[in-house]
C-alpha cells in the first residue's frame, strides 16, 4: 500500500512528477515513457504514482491542460498589455500562436504521428 502522504507532500510530489514528466516526454515520447523511471527520478514507489494519477496518459493529459492554461493566460496578458491598431495587435497574437505551436515540447511530441495516434487511442471521453 502507498505512503500516506500529507498534503504539502502530495502537492509537492505532484508538481515533481509533472516537471519530471514533462522532461521525459520530451526526451522520450509518450509510449516510450516508463513510470518506474518517473518515480525513481522523483524519489516514490511506483505504487505511489497511481495514488496522484490513474496512468502514464493520465499525467500527459494533465500537463497538456496545465500548459493550456498557462499558455492562456501569457496570451491573454499580453493582448491586454498590447498596444497598436487592431491589424498590428492581431499579427502579434498571431505571431505568438505560432511561436508557441513551435516550441512548445508537447506539441512538438503530438506532431509526431505515432505519438499522436497513440495519445488518440488513450484520450478520455468527451
Do not use: W
Request: glycine share 4%.
Amino acid at each position: 500500500m502507498p505512503k500516506a502522504f500529507s498534503e504539502q507532500e502530495r502537492q509537492t510530489i505532484r508538481q515533481r512528477l509533472m516537471d519530471e514528466g514533462l522532461k521525459r516526454f520530451t526526451r522520450v515520447g509518450v509510449r516510450a515513457m516508463r513510470i518506474d523511471e518517473l518515480c525513481r527520478d522523483v524519489g516514490i514507489a511506483k505504487g505511489s504514482f497511481y495514488s496522484f494519477f490513474e496512468s502514464k496518459e493520465a499525467l500527459f493529459f494533465a500537463l497538456s491542460n496545465d500548459r493550456d492554461e498557462m499558455h492562456k493566460r501569457e496570451m491573454m496578458a499580453e493582448l491586454n498589455a498590447a498596444q497598436g491598431d487592431a491589424a498590428d495587435v492581431l499579427g502579434m497574437f498571431f505571431d505568438d500562436v505560432l511561436k508557441r505551436l513551435e516550441t512548445d515540447p508537447l506539441v512538438r511530441l503530438v506532431k509526431n504521428t505515432s505519438d499522436l495516434a497513440y495519445i488518440m487511442r488513450h484520450a478520455p471521453p468527451n
